[in-house]
């Protein structure tokens, strides 16, 4: 179970990276935009997961015997990904208006690594839908709070928090190699 509350706090932090961004721009309600942030990355960082796990099992008797070291790759080149988007890229610069479809876009954009991630939910003894409840949940609480951080001045940890999350999903692939 902890190995899942590391994993959902790992997963949304890019969700909270951007949150933060949302939240410096903003011009209107903070409450409405941290509610809305939080339903959009808190879904699709639920049901992407359940997507690439559901890939994973697809896939499970084909890579039976490699699975940890696809999972390795998988998660190293994830956290690497959102390092490196962290100390390279910033997507909210170039957001003007926070509109639902610029909130479904960037949803979807934090949760495609999420949906990588998941195929590696097969490795872990739980039970998958609890998982995947309090990955969406986990990323909820996380982007409600991002939206309040960045309306009050947060850009500085903007970046440290997608750093820190690929950290730890590069150190999840280690334990699962290694253990």
Same mark, same amino acid.
């Given at each position: =179970?902890?190995?899942?509350?590391?994993?959902?706090?790992?997963?949304? =932090?890019?969700?909270?990276?951007?949150?933060?961004?949302?939240?410096?721009?903003?011009?209107?309600?903070? *409450?409405?935009?941290?509610?809305?942030?939080?339903?959009?990355?808190?879904?699709?960082?639920?049901? =992407?997961?359940?997507?690439?796990?559901?890939?994973?099992?697809?896939? *499970?008797?084909?890579?039976?015997?490699?699975?940890?070291?696809?999972?390795?790759?998988?998660?190293?080149?994830?956290?690497?990904?959102?390092?490196?988007?962290?100390?390279?890229?910033?997507?909210?610069?170039?957001?003007?208006?926070?509109?639902?479809?610029?909130?479904?876009?960037?949803?979807?954009?934090?949760?495609?690594?999420? =949906?990588?991630?998941?195929?590696?939910?097969?490795?872990?003894?739980?039970?998958?839908?609890?998982?995947?409840?309090?990955?969406?949940?986990?990323?909820?609480?996380?982007?409600?709070?991002?939206?309040?951080?960045?309306?009050?001045?947060?850009?500085?940890?903007?970046? *440290?928090?997608?750093?820190?999350?690929?950290?730890?999903?590069?150190?999840?692939?280690? *334990?699962?190699?290694?253990?």
């Amino acid at each position: =179970m902890l190995e899942i509350l590391i994993l959902s706090f790992a997963l949304s =932090m890019d969700a909270f990276a951007v949150s933060i961004g949302l939240g410096i721009k903003n011009k209107g309600d903070v *409450k409405i935009l941290a509610l809305k942030a939080g339903l959009f990355f808190g879904i699709f960082q639920a049901l =992407m997961p359940f997507i690439g796990y559901l890939g994973g099992i697809g896939l *499970k008797e084909y890579i039976q015997g490699y699975d940890s070291i696809i999972a390795f790759v998988l998660l190293v080149i994830i956290g690497g990904k959102m390092i490196y988007e962290a100390l390279n890229e910033n997507v909210e610069e170039e957001i003007t208006k926070i509109s639902n479809k610029i909130l479904l876009t960037l949803a979807i954009a934090t949760s495609i690594d999420a =949906m990588a991630a998941g195929f590696t939910l097969h490795l872990f003894d739980l039970n998958v839908y609890l998982s995947l409840f309090l990955i969406g949940f986990i990323t909820f609480i996380i982007s409600y709070i991002g939206v309040f951080v960045g309306s009050h001045g947060g850009e500085k940890y903007e970046s *440290k928090a997608e750093i820190l999350g690929g950290v730890v999903l590069i150190l999840i692939g280690f *334990k699962i190699l290694l253990f």
